[in-house]
């Protein structure tokens, strides 16, 4: 567990004003969505049979750039549009180190030499400029990742000098704008990250490529970056932010570069500890919720996988945060962790797991590929090309996410207080099983795997005796005389009901239903009975 070694006094009475200033409109606007992140060099091929190319392959080993581009991103715009998310986080947008070096090529984005240019291996200033307007004309929300701690070259490290051998001014760099070495933090790669001074002065990398450390607290230096990001927000009509690596960054200078940037802002905290990621939830609208992701992994690993460290952690987050849970990032799969179908073969315990973003109180985020069933391993082994799916849109995990998707914008209609109403952990009287209670919505959850779950939730949720629909396979129950719901999930697969009633006028999600719960003979827009279910959900692991 990390420690909490320095204090945010100066900022806390901020707190609150960053979920109610001006920015809340936007941070409103960002907790209705759902985000859709892509490796920019990995998602789509520009000029190449559509861009589908299935062909063209991409070794994930070789560590280079495949091809992926912003011109071939905007041309698969609808095969995201149509899975339901409504925003997209893409890579970093500026210039890498070029070439290769000894852990591959700049590909994902986050080596920056130059952030005043962008990346041409991605394409032009106007391609991300049209790609912007691309997402706007569909309603949908751009986010791009950023990296303000740390920039490369590939000058040789002098380690005794302190210095980059540049070739005839020893002081210089070929980074811009930062191209003194006073403009970076003096030389010393981190070796405690339990001592948070050293984690933010000193570079991350190695002798053989390291992480020039920008001096974030030179006051010209947070003018450079200041003045830099509100020009990106405005150059190409950015919506969001992800802040890499925040943690290697002082707390004072997140809070000045978040209000300067004008937007919403999303940080990558990585960090098991709720207590150390809250001092973060004061300086920037979210953070990414990775103590869940943590105790989320390891709760849905196997049966024996400890779901109350998993309650636990959720709770600590949602009474330490600024916002609670709202304003957090909920996901399964990232581009810097093993995809959890590597880790897990049990095709029900994929399934459980994959749920969990849509009915969690923050934003869901969806790592390109997850809806192809992709199992790559630790990176570079999970920067897959998509192109090679063919961009499916009947897979089951395309389908399974588009109707997440849309039983969570139900959920936000129908119930003014949905996205402000945490999420409550209910007893489920059985081994192995969760109920997640955030009305309208009820999902049950189990780790026991590909066998039979039982859960008996006794809480008054419903009327008595009331049609509830899951809506994962459009299945109708009852509710009991008390209006709590006892079921069973024969192989072990995650449900999520909602009110019939609920569902009457969004026949796209399931077929419409009357009160009395029979059901209209319509074509169900996947997963027809509960056979199929089993049939489906089995193929997350072929």
């Not at 945010?8 to 001006?22: D, M, N, P, V």
């Not at 943590?294 to 779901?307: H, I, K, M, R, W």
């Not at 063919?390 to 969570?408: G, H």
Request: hydrophobic letters at 40%.
């Amino acid at each position: 567990m990390f420690e909490r070694p320095f204090s945010h006094s100066l900022i806390l009475t901020t707190a609150l004003s960053i979920c109610l200033t001006s920015l809340a409109a936007t941070a409103d606007d960002w907790r209705t969505r759902s985000i859709y992140q892509m490796i920019t060099d990995r998602f789509a091929l520009a000029d190449k049979d559509n861009g589908i190319a299935p062909t063209v392959q991409c070794d994930t080993a070789a560590r280079d750039y495949c091809g992926g581009s912003w011109r071939g991103a905007i041309d698969h715009l609808d095969y995201i549009k149509q899975m339901g998310f409504d925003a997209v986080w893409i890579s970093p947008v500026y210039s890498n180190i070029e070439g290769m070096t000894p852990y591959g090529a700049g590909y994902h984005g986050y080596w920056p030499q130059d952030i005043y240019s962008v990346n041409q291996h991605f394409g032009s200033a106007n391609d991300l400029k049209n790609l912007s307007s691309a997402l706007h004309e569909r309603d949908m929300f751009l986010m791009i990742d950023v990296v303000v701690n740390h920039m490369l070259t590939t000058l040789s490290l002098n380690v005794t000098a302190s210095t980059f051998e540049a070739p005839q001014n020893s002081s210089a760099t070929d980074i811009t704008p930062f191209a003194d070495m006073d403009d970076l933090h003096p030389l010393c790669f981190i070796e405690d990250y339990n001592n948070q001074t050293e984690v933010e002065q000193c570079w991350l990398g190695d002798a053989t490529l390291p992480y020039a450390d920008v001096d974030t607290e030179d006051p010209n230096v947070v003018g450079t970056l200041n003045n830099w990001i509100q020009d990106v927000v405005s150059n190409f009509s950015v919506d969001g932010l992800r802040l890499s690596t925040v943690k290697f960054v002082s707390p004072q200078f997140w809070q000045d570069f978040t209000r300067e940037a004008g937007v919403f802002t999303i940080g990558e905290v990585m960090s098991n500890d709720t207590n150390y990621t809250s001092s973060y939830t004061r300086v920037m609208n979210a953070v990414l919720d990775y103590p869940t992701w943590y105790a989320l992994v390891s709760a849905f690993q196997s049966p024996e996988g400890n779901l109350s460290a998993l309650t636990t952690v959720v709770t600590q987050s949602q009474q330490h945060y600024s916002c609670g849970e709202f304003m957090t990032g909920s996901f399964l799969d990232n581009h810097d962790q093993a995809r959890f179908k590597h880790l897990v073969s049990d095709a029900a315990l994929v399934a459980n797991a994959a749920v969990w973003p849509f009915i969690h109180d923050g934003i869901p985020i969806i790592y390109n590929g997850q809806e192809q069933g992709l199992s790559g391993g630790y990176p570079p082994d999970n920067h897959e090309a998509i192109w090679t799916t063919r961009y499916n849109n009947e897979s089951a995990e395309y389908l399974a996410f588009k109707n997440l998707n849309r039983a969570r914008k139900i959920a936000i209609a129908a119930n003014a207080y949905f996205l402000t109403t945490p999420m409550e952990f209910l007893e489920t009287n059985t081994n192995n099983t969760l109920a997640i209670w955030k009305p309208p919505m009820l999902t049950l959850l189990t780790n026991a795997g590909s066998t039979s779950a039982r859960w008996n939730v006794t809480h008054k949720l419903f009327k008595p005796h009331q049609h509830i629909v899951d809506v994962l396979t459009c299945d109708v129950h009852v509710a009991d005389e008390r209006g709590g719901v006892t079921v069973e999930s024969p192989a072990g697969l995650p449900k999520v009901f909602m009110r019939v009633t609920t569902l009457e006028d969004s026949p796209d999600l399931c077929p419409a239903s009357d009160l009395s719960g029979e059901l209209v003979a319509r074509r169900i827009s996947w997963w027809m009975t509960a056979d199929v279910v089993i049939c489906v959900f089995l193929l997350w692991i072929a």
